[in-house]
């Protein structure tokens, strides 16, 4: 059966927003700040997982409150449940790839990612080619995951033949009912933001508060 794409570019953002995850040199600005209090630091993993600190906040602002991966936010789960990724998985650090500490520790290999993501990804590794084509700070995720008019999450034509692609996927397990879930509650919300003012808010705003709490007893 044929999917209907919906009219959102990035599938990670609601019908409502245009968050552009293009990072430009927002990670540099954010490297440039944290060495002026940790100057010496080789890992800057262990400086920012503290999810009360600072730079914890810092870098979760990097990518708008939101999984690099599935595009959930702070709208729908709390805060406490985003965790400061490694793309490439620090136990490849053993396997003795040629890998550096610094790097895989390092400012370019953490992402933000959701708890569920995070715990579901582990040690994923993949090739080089693809591991450019998956690193999310590459922005090339929106050409290889769409957003199907259920608000599921599928593979797009042009990678649904690449197998890593789709192991990815599946790893992540992006298929998850959850993932529709969460988005429609981030529509709903959006939504409400924008048309505040309408009549109609109160009513969704208690449909929302309904899906909330199924959402809550599954994750």
Known sequence: MESSITLVKDFRNSSYTTYDFNLGDKKEKFINEFRKTHPR??????????????????????????????????????????????????????AEMGFEYSYINGIENLVNSCQMCNRNKSDFMTDD???????????????????????????????????????????????????????????????????????IVNDIQRLILKIESKRRRNY
């Open 41 to 94: 630091a080789q890992n800057i993993y262990l400086s920012i997982k503290n999810k009360q600190g600072f730079f914890n906040k810092s870098f979760r602002s990097i990518y708008f409150e939101k999984c690099v991966y599935c595009g959930i936010n702070t709208q729908v789960i709390d805060s406490s449940k985003f965790e400061v990724d490694h793309f490439i998985p620090e136990s490849i650090l053993k």
């Open 129 to 199: 080619e693809n591991r450019q084509l998956l690193h999310p700070d590459n922005n090339n995720l929106p050409t290889i995951f769409e957003r199907i008019d259920d608000y599921s999450i599928e593979v797009s034509n042009e990678y649904i033949n690449n197998n890593e692609i789709l192991r990815f996927y599946m790893t992540l397990n992006l298929d998850n009912q959850l993932r529709r879930l969460d988005y429609l509650i981030m529509e709903m919300k959006d939504f409400c933001d924008k048309y505040q003012t309408e009549s």
